[in-house]
């Protein structure tokens, strides 16, 4: 159950069974924009946004931070490594592909800079098979799909997914150009085979029917995917179906001045088929 524990203006704690659960709003003007960090037994699942880094000192310094799992490179989720560091004994866990990307200041848009703040360079280990720490077994597995170098966190005894962007929402409209429906696809499948309940997502939170809604997002892309393949086939161009299947313009598609978009989406079935 979760358990809220903590308020202020832009950073809200709460507590689901042992995990603790560090909400940040990344911006009070869009709230619907959070990014959720978890604590659990020493080892923090992402780090937060470089912006909230007045916010999220004292937090870290107030852990025994001895690991820290970091999903995916973006800068919501790895922009405060650096610190972390820097001033802290922790491990720092990434995927192997994104070790050279560490290495270097995060070159990122204005917009995004204004929201998240920039990632400086940082030193960190490739994920081994598994993280042990005094009381649980954390199983990284590869799931690319949002990224290439992306990672969900298993913890098998309390079937806990640790998901990063994975999830989000079961029905997206909108990809980045990076993202790939195959991948997801193939990903989405492979985690079937892994016997777990709870979600945790880095910007919807805690899903206590994790599995259910992650089967219901595959549906949805192997859906997606096989209309845009048949619309193609006959020789719809691809705005085209784009303004079949998504005529409206989604929020975020504006917000990040068209880094998110439903075109990206449309073309990554197209090229993948």
Not at 96 to 104: G, L, M, N, R, S
Request: one cysteine or more; charged letters at 25%.
């Amino acid at each position: 159950m979760a358990v809220a524990i903590h308020n202020d203006k832009t950073i809200k704690k709460s507590k689901h069974d042992q995990v603790e659960i560090i909400k940040i709003s990344v911006n009070p003007y869009f709230p619907l924009i959070s990014i959720y960090l978890y604590y659990i037994d020493g080892m923090l699942i992402d780090t937060g946004p470089s912006k909230r880094r007045r916010r999220l000192i004292p937090l870290f310094r107030s852990w025994d931070l001895e690991r820290v799992a970091i999903t995916h490179y973006h800068e919501d989720h790895s922009g405060m490594a650096s610190w972390i560091a820097r001033n802290t004994p922790a491990e720092i866990f990434v995927h192997e592909k994104t070790i050279p990307i560490a290495e270097k200041t995060a070159q990122v848009p204005w917009y995004q800079e204004f929201f998240t703040g920039r990632r400086l360079p940082f030193s960190a280990k490739a994920y081994p098979n598994v993280i042990e720490t005094s009381n649980y077994r954390f199983y990284p597995i590869e799931t690319p799909g949002h990224t290439d170098d992306h990672i969900c966190i298993f913890e098998p005894y309390y079937g806990w997914l640790f998901t990063g962007d994975l999830y989000i929402t079961p029905c997206p409209k909108v990809f980045l150009e990076e993202e790939s429906m195959a991948a997801y696809i193939e990903t989405l499948h492979k985690l079937n085979r892994f016997d777990y309940q709870t979600v945790f997502c880095a910007h919807e939170g805690v899903i206590r029917n994790g599995k259910e809604m992650m089967n219901r997002k595959l549906e949805y892309l192997e859906r997606t995917r096989d209309e845009v393949v048949r619309m193609h086939r006959m020789g719809w161009k691809d705005r085209t179906i784009m303004k079949k299947l998504f005529p409206d313009k989604v929020k975020l598609e504006q917000r990040s001045f068209g880094t998110f978009s439903r075109l990206n989406m449309i073309r990554s079935c197209i090229r993948e088929q």
